[in-house]
């Protein structure tokens, strides 16, 4: 995400919050504010490390804390299935279902409405007696980036990052 919609982001969150009742703190504000510089999707380790810098006394609660806040009030999602977080470009929907993309070589997070899906998901829950919280869909594969850098044939003359690729394993019996 761009650093300079950072402000607004948070100035967002910030009247959301207002609007609820609940507080954005200094600290929760630092923490979506650090998630919003990181290019991808963040682990919460990754983030203490982070919030370390200008809190050196921080401790892993005081990040899971803000992380567990910040995923109530919908501002950032979590990747279930590499457990990192990723701030939700469009908070203003309080719950919503998303489909995150994630790419397999970069952890790149898109997310993707869910509209159609959401209400399937509902249904099949009602018609199961099931009260649903919250879902997430999550698709895993290549970004646009790196699948163009996979298919890249002259990593020589190119304007493409090769570096940290990892070649997709071949399967067995194809050339
Ligand atoms: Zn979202
Ligand atoms: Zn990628
Ligand atoms: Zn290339």
Redesign the pocket.
Known sequence: MQPCSAKKIIADAEKLCIQRGVRLTAQRAEVLRLMIEHPHAISAYDLLDKLRISEPQAKPPTVYRALDFLLEQ?FI?RVESNNSYVV????D?PS?T?MLLVCDQCASVT?RPAEGVEKWIREQSTESGFTLRHSIIEAHGLCQQCSAILQCEDPEHCHHDHHNIVEPKRKVGRA
């Open positions: 919908a999602h939700c470009p469009h908070f929907h919503h998303s997310e």
